[in-house]
């Protein structure tokens, strides 16, 4: 469909805007592409609602997401209400409360909006479409595999064969802090030097852990590389485990789907609201935007559970176009038979709704592909 | 899935809900059988924004939903916002905006959610979904039908094979209320009259109009007698022009559908909140609650349009169940590829992340339907 005017920057809000044909229905099949790959491996869907009680939408994990979060006075209950900013939250009260007898683990899933108070420079949008899984009850490296392996099968099932998963362990850093001994200005210069991968910086705030930091800084990528120099740094404690974690995770992943492409940032943390073990951003390859995010959490008080939320609007960007439905023109008069068996076929028809001089004309005039003539579907070509 | 816990009354705000499995699956599916049906019919889909500056959202037919609207201030541009209550209005801007320059007829279809300030006894929720069509630049009694016969086959598609549509005329009542010469209370009081359908109250406040207005009052009902009062009747002016025009409606109705089930209340005008012309609500048999609801409106300023949008949470409630995917476990250590297999086969693979003793007693515990043996999906006995 023609769009010659530009989008009138008055018109809508900042980050917010409208999808027109055919990206509207190309993101729709998206994510019901990816949700049919999320049930056929087990998961099963819910939906919460967009708005919740700020209480219990920023309770525990929602806690993250609470400045980014819209809030809106209740008329009926008088109680603040906020629009949901993250859906896995909602999800892990799901699981909590009404599923909180449902057998483990639990395997869920959802689709949806979800709202922004602000967007950033690398993510301007404030209106976001999630579409993800959570393994709920369960913490071994085959779980957090699982996912990872059912986002890359999604992902392949709209058209997006050779995106990148890379492995983080947000909590290593902070665990290795913690245990540094390091005054807490040192501690905030390192983490600003890793989080920039600034190696001179982090060589010289570092104090006793500046060399196994420096040697995890430049490790970054493939996941091989990075796993050997995990195992090296013999890491102590919640270190160590995390280490051995992402290093049995990426075994299971690899027996699984030996091509998948797999890197490791083992001093990455920034980004990640509430992940508590291996975790994940996935890219489509040659582009910084990411596809989508997840890894372990604590689901309610204390139940381990891990998920990976994909972003339909960005996979909208990064796939291969979908081919359309071809558009046929029905003259007037055509016998409807005809036009229902055109639409089984795969033809979207677009039926006049009264007689027209020329008939091809009309049917160019109307953006269509095609037109029926004599029960058959003739190209249009150009006029 | 199970559901033993009753929902937590003071979990969610009144009128918002989760909906579990398997009714998230099946209200995602059914929204989607719908939105085939539309796109079939040439109908392409727009995705506005869940979130608009408050001056456009409720500009034109908006403002009939502007009580009904959560506003917010937008912290970047300090205006108000509002979250939508009602898509037609957003789908009319961008028909009148960037898609001005589109041929007509536009016809167009959406699918999302709105949110509402207050439910009602009648429609308690406060978050709607809605999937509907707009055909809009056309104005013709085959262009008021197209819509109500793609909304049938939607339905049919959906498993509501016998919905019954009911046309309505929301201003022809108060057309002939302004050509009555009646004083405002009296007009005030036939309203109300006809509103209750107390036949003795509309005799009492009805003036001159008494008798036509009881006659059309008691042909409410099947299309043909309630046609056949509205032709004896020989009302004037606009009211003559509706009376024709549903008629022509009804007769390109039956053309396409015969079977269709229609009937007519010619003097209805509750509810209605921006249409000018043929309108319609749609039922399923037995049930007092609405499948969707539409009309002939203005889109802009002066464009003719018409459309209809169907509630996808009533349609889950009134549609047959729906045969869920069935659910295969997959004992630990399977052949990736044989799994893969059953999921082409069409079952949920529900895979073990671990050893167990007993198979097939943890099958019946994850609320399987079958379990994999021998490469074969062996169906669960009771255990």
Known sequence: MTDDLPPNPALLPAGLRDLLPPDAETEASAVEALMTVFAAHGYQRVKPP???????????????????????MDPDSHRMMGLRADTTPQVARIATTRLGAAPRPLRLSYAGQCLRVRGTQLAPHRQVAQAGVELIGYDSPGADAETILV????????????????????TLVPSLLDESGLGAADRAALARALDRKDAAAVARHGGALAPVLTDLLLAAGAADRALEALAAAKLPN??????????DTVAAIRAAAPALRLTIDPVEFRGFRYETGVSVTVYAPGRHEELGRGGRY???????????TLYPDAILRAAPPRQARPRLFVPFGTDRGVAAGMRVAGYATVAALAPVPDDAAEARRLDCTHILRAGQAALLTEG
């Open 151 to 170: 986002a890359a099968e999604a992902l392949d099932a709209v058209g997006l064969t050779r995106a990148s998963f890379d492995l983080t362990l947000p």
């Open 238 to 247: 919640h270190a160590g485990v995390l280490a051995r974690r992402v290093s």
């Open 298 to 308: 604590i689901c309610g008080d204390s139940e381990p559970a891990t998920g990976l």
């Open 50 to 72: 967009l708005l919740e009680f700020e209480d219990s939408l920023l309770a525990k994990s929602g806690a993250a997401v609470a400045d980014q979060t819209f809030r809106i």
